[in-house]
């Protein structure tokens, strides 16, 4: 199985990603109302998608232990809080979208891989200097006194 699909379903309840079949290279749980905090660190190696959009998830995301094949997360319009750690992203990133969430504190951009093409981080509490490299899409609009800094 490579293919999950089941957005738009009202599915309710906790979500649990640590025993997905490891062949699972695209996952797709948005529209739903799944709630609880979830764990990003046990996906299938060879996962590069996931969207969880639209739900009622919290807590913290660690984003440190991303499959190496990882190339696009959509975890938009949920209520995930704290900050966000971009310095070990795997080198096959291309999409970050967690944008309409609770983050806050300052974002640390120093490591982004070159592969990476759209980070959106929109209406959250992010505040502080971001640098940011050329060539990469970065929306922060809507968060607190973000200034942005691009990188030569």
């Known amino acids: ?9 009202n599915l309710i309840g906790c979500l649990d990603l640590d025993k997905l079949p490891a062949t699972v290279r695209t996952l ?10 979830i764990s990003l660190e046990n ?3 060879c996962l590069e998608y996931l969207s969880l959009v639209d ?6 995301i660690c984003l440190t232990s991303l499959p190496t094949a990882f190339q696009s997360l959509h ?10 750690n971009f310095t070990q992203l795997p080198n096959s990133i ?7 969430n609770h983050f806050s504190g ?6 982004l891989p070159e592969s990476m093409r759209v980070l ?33």
Do not use: Y
């Open 1 to 9: 199985m490579e293919v999950v699909d089941i957005s738009f379903n």
């Open 28 to 37: 797709s749980l948005s529209q739903n109302k799944f709630t609880g905090d």
């Open 43 to 45: 996906l299938p190696k």
């Open 55 to 60: 739900n009622q998830l919290s807590g913290t």
């Open 75 to 84: 975890l938009h319009k949920n209520n995930f809080e704290g900050s966000l």
């Open 94 to 100: 291309r999409h970050i979208i967690l944008a309409e």
């Open 106 to 111: 300052t974002v640390n951009l120093g490591n």
């Open 120 to 152: 959106d981080i929109r209406k959250n509490a992010i505040s502080g200097a971001v640098r940011v490299p050329h060539g990469i899409d970065i929306r922060l609009d809507g968060n607190d006194e973000v200034n942005v800094e691009r990188i030569e």
